[in-house]
């Protein structure tokens, strides 16, 4: 069974640092990876998706993350934060066929001045 | 593209009425989510469909909790009789068939058990 871990809780950045979300997944065979955002009040919305070749992937917003089998990792990045993307981050994975994503328990990213 | 559409956004209720949520997928959809999401507990998957059909209600809390897909365009997800315990926002998804397809995520309806 697939499933995802997202070591960090909360996470606090100036505002035009660099971020790094880290998100690590078990699962058998080539994953389905996805990081999602959420704003206070809204849905999940989908930042960016990993399902094969280029294991670089840009998403919107200016993130991207890094597929790494070696390391079972998706970390999420953005050279330069703006106030705007404080949020709730998730990373899913997902396998073949009909099944849900299996979610991470999210990474809260505050953003200060 | 009109995204999943829930309805209503906020609903307030006394304990031990019926509450009924409602989930519009995207057009073309041929899997439908439902979540309920708490502070202490995150994200839960209570049930999923596809083609109309559950696959998965292992995530349903109790039987007071109950969900339906009519057709491919309308779920519900009811809870009869409603609990202060049940207060969470509710999320509907959607995606297509196949693979690791992404699932959109539709705006919720925060539930409120007084």
């Known amino acids: 069974a697939q499933s995802v871990t997202q070591p960090d809780i909360h996470i606090t950045v100036s505002e035009g640092a660099s971020l790094e979300l880290r998100c690590n997944y078990s699962?058998?065979?080539?994953?389905?990876l996805f990081w999602y955002v959420q704003s206070p009040g809204q849905g999940l919305q989908l930042l960016l998706k990993?399902?094969?070749?280029?294991?670089l992937v840009q998403g919107i917003k200016g993130f991207e993350a890094e597929f790494k089998r070696s390391q079972s990792s998706f970390n999420l990045r953005k050279p330069s934060v703006h106030w705007s993307d404080a949020a709730e981050y998730f990373c899913?994975?997902?396998?073949?066929?009909?099944?849900?994503?299996?979610f991470g328990k999210g990474t809260r990213l505050s953003v200060i001045a | 593209d009109a995204g999943v559409i829930q309805s209503p956004r906020h609903e307030v209720t006394e304990m031990g009425q019926e509450v009924t949520l409602r989930c519009k997928p995207i057009?073309?959809?041929?899997?439908l989510f439902w979540y309920r999401q708490t502070m202490m507990r995150g994200l839960e998957l209570l049930i999923y469909?596809?083609?109309?059909?559950?696959?998965?209600d292992s995530g349903m809390p109790e039987d007071r909790f109950s969900a339906k897909m009519p057709n491919a365009s309308f779920s519900t997800l009811k809870i009869q009789p409603s609990e202060p315990r049940d207060s969470a926002v509710y999320f509907c998804?959607?995606?297509?068939?196949?693979?690791?397809?992404?699932?959109?995520f539709g705006d919720g309806t925060r539930l409120s058990i007084l």
């Open positions: 998804a959607s995606s297509p068939n196949g693979g690791g397809q992404p699932q959109h």
């Open positions: 699962y058998g065979a080539t994953p389905y």
């Open positions: 990993y399902f094969s070749g280029d294991t």
């Open positions: 899913a994975v997902g396998a073949a066929g009909n099944t849900p994503l299996v």
């Open positions: 057009s073309g959809h041929n899997s």
């Open positions: 469909f596809n083609n109309n059909v559950p696959i998965d």
